[in-house]
């Protein structure tokens, strides 16, 4: 009887052993993603004097984090009452993204925030501009076009972004993403008798704050590095 039990008891150990053996372990997949803002483009065609181009990347490292960063050029000209002036440049920006999605198993969608850190290079050409005359009663503002645009080269900004989103699979390996921005402008090169009233990657530089807003629109595709 005791020999019986023993047996059995045995028996039912190595049929659990072999039944938690058996059980496949889910491992996720690590993966690379390379995509373009589709913003740019469609602001290049609607917008005047605007043209402009962005790339995207991440790289999963966790299950939560990733490794993110745009690269793109802009190119604005700016025409108003009192200034006509353009701006052209190239950006680049990189930092990381939390997904604070819990998805069901074999789903990589993501809910996310994160930041960035951009620094661009570029130059602005001065159009023309408005000169104030003053007289006995009242000021008034005389528009003078420039025959030969000033160049001001050489120029810089350094700045820092938060921004919350989210991205979702479209098809196998397709994604599409949208993210809003608040972006805070840390540093920035500019001569004397010229501002930097426009910067590529940052957008519209304001004289009373350092702040600035974005939005996003990206198409990325996928590809699956590696499982764990």
């Not at 995207?56 to 200034?83: F, P, Q």
């Not at 000033?150 to 479209?170: I, Q, R």
């Amino acid at each position: 009887m005791l020999k019986s039990s023993i047996s059995g008891l045995l028996l039912f150990m190595v049929c659990i052993g072999y039944g938690q053996d058996s059980i496949p372990k889910y491992t996720e997949r690590y993966s690379l993603r390379f995509g373009v803002d589709m913003s740019k483009p469609i602001r290049s065609v609607v917008e005047d004097h605007y043209k402009g181009l962005e790339l995207t990347a991440d790289y999963r490292i966790t299950h939560n984090l990733y490794l993110a960063g745009e690269a793109g050029m802009e190119d604005k000209r700016v025409i108003s009452e009192s200034l006509d002036f353009q701006t052209s440049g190239e950006y680049f920006k990189l930092g990381l993204d939390i997904n604070l999605f819990k998805n069901w198993q074999g789903m990589e969608n993501q809910l996310l925030t994160g930041f960035r850190l951009g620094t661009s290079t570029h130059q602005h050409q001065l159009h023309g501009y408005a000169v104030r005359q003053l007289n006995h009663f009242w000021q008034e503002e005389l528009y003078k076009p420039l025959d030969t645009a000033v160049e001001f080269n050489n120029l810089n900004a350094f700045w820092f972004e938060l921004l919350v989103g989210v991205k979702a699979e479209l098809l196998t390996n397709l994604y599409m993403g949208i993210s809003v921005r608040m972006n805070y402008l840390i540093n920035d090169r500019e001569v004397d008798n010229f501002d930097n009233l426009y910067v590529p990657g940052f957008h519209r530089v304001s004289e009373v704050s350092p702040w600035g807003a974005g939005l996003n629109y990206t198409i990325m595709y996928q590809f699956p590095l590696y499982r764990k």
